[in-house]
């Protein structure tokens, strides 16, 4: 289902059924229709919009959608939380192939490359594994994977704050990236007050406190699945992944690419780094930088 919101040049927003709940995709269209299509995924507690700094870039060459997972963003929630409809790796990445299957039927076209930050990367490596062709090819920003013989330095990352705040602008002043990192205040207020909404009694955050802890992916698990290109970019100043933890990330792939860094940008790169960001996933795509 899609709704248009204006002209042909505005964002269309669609609402795709997945697991009996329904998920929030906005497309962003500039010019023809007949453009390569792009799929942007979020992180964990975040939303699509995330991407609002490189969208107006990427969109000059592409057919972009942006996704919203369930229980997060302008999605549905989940009334089971736990087991085969709830919250998990495998649920969320059966979200995003009826996102990517919808896309499919709706455009005519094979998504070109689905472009995935932080845990939103580790999904979409899920995803890929069960269904390599689910794109063309993967682009995985800054999200840390467990390598093989190795230990997760990360235990199971909470969900976090779940207060009511009494006003929009006490729970803007509250918001926080996670993990803290440098950011332009007026960019932080803005997506604080994206990532909240009203209900009885204040403001609160729009994910699900019944979300699921974070378990780091083990990359030993479907790293011999992923028979695509998958891309790995980095924040060159990211607390979460290191030039040596990118490059082996790309050697344990099959078809791993990269890694690029995104100079002096941090893990949240794309909110940090717009435009530099943008530069990289272009040339990536373009294949003109990627392959080492």
């Known amino acids: 289902m899609s709704e248009q919101l204006g002209d042909a040049q505005k964002p269309v927003t669609h609402r795709v059924l997945s697991r009996g709940v329904n998920i929030h995709v906005v497309e962003h269209l500039k010019d023809t229709p007949d453009k390569p299509v792009l799929l942007l995924v979020h992180g964990h507690r975040a939303h699509l919009s995330w991407w609002d700094g490189i969208l107006p870039i990427l969109s000059t060459r592409y057919r972009v959608f942006a996704m919203d997972f369930s229980g997060m963003g302008d999605s549905d929630r989940r009334a089971e939380t736990r087991g085969a409809n709830g919250y998990s790796q495998d649920g969320h990445a059966r979200d995003l192939q009826c996102v990517v299957d919808y896309i499919s039927h709706y455009t005519k076209q ?29 682009l995985i920003l800054d999200s840390y994977c467990v390598l093989p013989g190795e230990v997760s330095e990360f235990g199971p990352v909470p969900i976090g704050n779940r207060r009511l705040y009494p006003s929009a602008e006490l729970a803007a002043a509250a918001f926080r990236l996670s993990p803290p990192q440098p950011i332009e205040p007026k960019l932080l207020v803005a997506l604080a007050h994206k990532s909240m909404c009203n209900i009885e009694g204040g403001w609160c955050w729009k994910f699900d406190p019944n979300l699921s802890k974070i378990e780091p992916l083990a990359l030993a698990d479907v790293a011999s699945k992923l028979t695509l290109p998958v891309s790995i970019i980095y924040g060159a100043m990211s607390s979460i992944v290191s030039a040596e933890r990118a490059a082996r990330v790309v050697h344990a792939l099959p078809q791993g690419r990269g890694p690029i860094a995104v100079a002096g940008a941090y893990h949240h790169l794309m909110l940090d780094h717009p435009e530099d960001t943008a530069r990289v996933v272009m040339g990536v795509l373009a294949g003109k930088v990627g392959i080492v």
């Open 110 to 138: 094979v998504v070109s490359a689905i472009i995935a930050h932080s845990w939103g990367g580790q999904i979409t490596l899920v995803a890929a594994a069960t269904n390599p062709s689910i794109a063309s090819q993967l």
